[in-house]
């Protein structure tokens, strides 16, 4: 019987730190959800300290939350794996200000976690779709800078969607 | 969120279906010269595509015009369902009767049928239509013409062909002796213009020329006739004859 025990090897474990010195001791196979952390795994003979001097702990100990997540539910291959992620991607992005979504937004765009931007702008864009122009400007804080008439002109142009 | 870099702006943005994009086009003016950029353009199809494929097969101008204005439906030919109805908003449409030049990349052609020079594209997508200014008229005695449409995705641009048939049997010796000029004309939608290819003698006869060579520089125009590869280096243009139109 093989038991997969004794074919354990040790998990290289990663220290990552953010901009305001907070520490997050991360597995590597976690932190390479990351595409810049991957790049510099690869490299030979990289460090296991990484300094992350665009992020600050708060959001990058999120992205962190959402790379360990993803890492867990992809190990074992169950097909409710993506139905799991997706629930679990429901919740994450269910309650986040604008403030924290800017920043994680940053945050993941800055560290390549191609899915979490994914995640992220698709969340933006449902905060977009549907709306009136004046509610996406008061979402976005967004003062309209057009001269007395233009907007009504655009607007008079596709008046089908105004309907 | 403005000062998002502009790659995760565009990401937003190219989300969103197009009635969202027309209205936050009104924002404010980053926003309006963003998703008017040719490239976003191209961005935004290439993420929608799969989600409104359209395969028109039929146009059908119902012709209460008085009521409704012309009124203009698209069907699938999968299943003949109606997945596009729309009232042209073109005052310059002078005959009810249209047919379908050809579409590629979200945009459909279509011309009036008493009068093959009237040109339309629409963007079924954003309802905006427009009317393509007249070729250049054909050389005298002209036997046939065929029009064709596609996008150039080297020049990112909307392009309309136009063969003009010289009398005669294509494929005859006989006739290229006699300097028949067959002409092809093509139109840029990013130009607004016309511009002459190309006239040769003969074109119908060499399509055993360029049947087999498609580069990426190639780009064809397609219809259910007919087709018409251009290679815009060369420029060689092959006419591919799949049934015979004549008009």
């Known amino acids: 019987m093989s038991s997969s025990s004794t074919t354990t090897t040790t998990t290289r474990l990663l220290m990552l730190k953010a901009s305001d010195g907070v520490t997050f001791e991360v597995e590597e196979a976690v932190a390479t959800k990351l595409g810049a952390i991957n790049n510099m795994v690869e490299e030979e003979g990289s460090e296991d300290l990484i300094c992350l001097p665009n992020v600050n702990g708060k959001f990058l100990g999120m992205v962190l939350e959402w790379c360990k997540k993803h890492a867990n539910n992809n190990t074992n291959s169950d097909k409710g794996n993506d139905e799991v992620n997706k629930w679990w991607d429901k919740e994450f992005v269910m309650d986040l200000d604008q403030n924290t979504l800017y920043h994680l937004l940053m945050a993941a765009d800055y560290l390549s976690g191609t899915e979490l931007v994914d995640l992220l702008t698709e969340k933006v864009a449902s905060m977009i779709r549907g709306k009136k122009v004046e509610e996406i400007r008061e979402t976005f804080k967004i003062k309209s800078d057009f001269l007395p008439g233009q907007e009504e002109e655009i607007r008079k142009k596709n008046s089908w969607a105004f309907e | ?247």
């Not at chain 2, 950029?37 to 494929?53: A, E, G, T």
């Not at chain 2, 093959?116 to 054909?138: G, W």
């Not at chain 2, 449409?149 to 494929?171: A, E, M, Q, W």
């Not at chain 2, 990426?216 to 015979?244: A, C, E, R």
């Open chain 2, 1 to 247: 969120m403005e000062s998002l870099p502009c790659n995760i702006i565009e990401e937003i943005v190219s989300r969103l279906d197009v009635k969202s994009l027309m209205r936050l086009k009104c924002a404010s003016k980053s926003w309006l010269s963003l998703i008017c950029r040719s490239d976003f353009i191209v961005l935004h199809l290439k993420r929608q595509k799969s989600s409104r494929l359209l395969y028109p097969l039929y146009i059908h101008p119902i012709d209460d015009i008085a009521r409704h204005g012309n009124s203009l439906s698209v069907r699938s030919s999968e299943n003949f369902e109606e997945i596009y109805s729309h009232v042209l908003n073109m005052v310059d449409v002078k005959s009810p009767y249209l047919t379908l030049v050809g579409n590629d990349n979200g945009i459909l052609c279509f011309q009036e049928v008493t009068n093959c020079d009237m040109v339309y594209l629409l963007n079924p997508a954003t309802k905006e239509s427009k009317r393509i200014p007249p070729p250049p008229a054909c050389p005298p005695r002209t036997n046939y013409t065929l029009y064709g449409f596609g996008y150039d995705s080297l020049t990112n641009d909307f392009k309309v062909v136009k063969v003009s048939k010289r009398p005669g049997i294509h494929g005859s010796s006989q006739l290229r002796d006699n300097k028949s000029s067959d002409q092809v004309r093509v139109y840029s939608l990013r130009r607004n213009s016309w511009k002459t290819l190309m006239t040769t003698s003969g074109i119908f006869s060499e399509l055993e020329l360029g049947s087999g060579s498609s580069s990426s520089d190639t780009f064809t125009y397609v219809n259910q006739k007919y087709s018409v590869v251009v290679n815009g280096s060369t420029p060689y243009v092959v006419v591919i004859m799949i049934n015979t139109y004549l008009i």
